[in-house]
């Protein structure tokens, strides 16, 4: 997926300008900024939520428009929101297929191949619940976070952009989402995480992006990257500084 | 049952079942005549038309809504269905009108709560005290009086020595908890009532969904109405009136939680039968009717403090 010049205002805020981005199978992306910086909104327009003004988006080489969620979907596209969006009542299982539940007769929900499909995908996410019969209030922050998970690729996503999420959650359960989202990148999955915790993300991440003010500032591989480094241009004491992927497409200045 | 007892909170159930039998030896140590057929047959006749209304009730609030205009569509629908009869009109007519009434009474219903947003309290408060006045000035007031009919035998007959309006009762409670437990629609209103926001996000029609359960509401209410004219042979434009308060108290009582996602059909019928034994069990030990208003509120407060309970307490 490659997004050119994406731009985005509201009234005369400019929440981003000219950004440009690659997203590739089996990448894990770090999206960080300060607050404001345009993540959240980046996010939104990748997720359909909302209208960029302008740029353009390429998927596998072909030029798409993203003008609502369901066109999102349709590119296999899927985002977990920092509240994860999980109906506390219901299952593990039904929130992973919920919507999507298996029929029988048209009218009737096969409970015993939901709850079979959801056991084997938490199998091969390597997610360990007492039962996926569970109601998802009982579980851990850091459960809950990998049931958000497994739903979104069980919607086939390809695309997965998670926002903050490990915000909430201990030391432990971030490790479990850390894990998760390794786990996601031998999938050959896209992945983009918005976060504002730096102890890890240079371990989880494949590439680093920084916004600030509505701008590409940093795009670097976390290989070539320090804390000290994203603090700097998060801060925007480090000056402007993109590179391999987002070099050929953002403005020239930051070249 | 299995089921319901896997999908509700097993202790809320367990603790009804066991609250009902104690009120049951209560009550027969005190009264020689409440462990009777006849009396448990008479406590089954009266919770199965305001029962029929609390099933589409807790329908209503699993989906997060709520309706207070249930009784007064009752009595609108059983004014229809008396005038109907008495302009003698066919009689398989009469019904399908008398419940299309309340269904037409019930999707005015919806459309204030999932099209106009309003509040469903707020909404059906107005629309309690609307329906409850149009079946007022439908006649200005009077009753209407029909005597024996085609539908007599509904309010009237028994088959196997139980009332038909019971036998109806109990099919309509089993309907509802297969619907509830084994439909994609009837977990989806679980889900619904548990986190609509979510829902909307994977494309679950909400609006509709929940729109439907008030229109399937009122054509209980509506059946309601029918059975209870057709059993008194008259129709009151005052029917039920003040019957909400002990249709909501059961219904809370049996394990729906007013932000809805929870709770069955199971329990609602232990509430149902538990407010049904009391009110029983008072009348034969001859208790003042002000006392009797005073147990009643003391159940809707109980109910209510299980529900406070359920959602922030120790039942989580």
Known sequence: MRLSNVSKAFGQVKALVDVSLDLRAGEVVGLLGDNGAGKSTLIKILSGNYHADEGSFEYQGRPVTINRPADAQALGIATVYQDLALVETRSVAHNIYLGREPRRFGYFMDRRKMERDANVMLEELNIRLASQKTDVELLSGGQRQAVALSRAIAMGGNILLLDEPTAALGVEQTQQVHHLITGMRRQDKAVVVITHDLSDILDITDRIAVLRQGKLWAYAPSSETTTNQIIGWITGVAPPHVRNGAVEMNNGSDQ | ?316
Not at chain 2, 62 to 80: E, H, K, T, Y
Not at chain 2, 192 to 216: F, H, K, P, Q
Not at chain 2, 263 to 270: K, P, Y
């Open chain 2, 1 to 316: 049952m299995i089921s319901a007892l896997k999908r509700q909170d097993n202790w809320t159930l367990i603790g009804l079942f066991i609250t009902l039998l104690m009120l049951i030896a209560l009550f027969s140590w005190q009264s020689e005549f409440f462990f009777t057929t006849r009396n448990f047959i008479n406590i089954g006749q009266a919770i199965s038309i305001r029962g029929l209304i609390a099933i589409g009730l807790t329908v209503v609030m699993i989906a997060g809504g709520l309706d207070l205009s249930m009784a007064a569509v009752a009595a609108v629908a059983g004014m229809v269905t008396a005038s109907l009869i008495t302009l003698e009109v066919n009689s398989v007519l009469v019904g399908v009108l008398g419940i299309a009434a309340a269904g037409v009474l019930g999707s005015f219903n919806a459309l204030l709560i999932v099209k106009f947003r309003i509040n469903p309290i707020i909404a059906t408060l107005g629309t309690l005290l609307f329906y409850r006045g149009l079946a007022f000035v439908s006649t200005g007031g009077d009753n209407i009086v029909i005597g024996v009919n085609a539908w007599s035998e509904l309010g009237r007959g028994s088959w196997l020595g139980a009332p038909i309006t019971v036998w109806l009762f109990l099919a309509v409670v089993v309907l509802g908890m297969c619907f509830m437990r084994f439909t994609v629609a009837g977990n989806h209103l679980y889900a619904i009532g548990g986190n609509s926001e979510a829902c909307r996000n994977v494309g679950i029609r909400v609006d509709r969904l929940r729109g439907w359960t008030y229109v399937a509401q009122a054509c209980l209410a509506g059946l309601a109405g029918l059975m209870l004219t057709s059993q008194s042979g008259t129709a009151l434009p005052s029917a039920l009136n003040g019957a909400e308060l002990d249709i909501i108290a059961a219904v809370l009582l049996g394990g729906i939680a007013l932000s809805g996602g929870r709770g069955g059909l199971l329990g609602t019928l232990l509430g149902l039968l538990i407010i049904g034994v009391v009110q029983n069990g008072l009348i034969l030990l001859q208790v003042q009717i002000y006392w009797q208003s005073v147990v009643r509120g003391a159940i809707l407060i109980i109910a209510v403090t299980l529900d406070s309970l359920r959602r922030g307490g120790g039942y989580r």
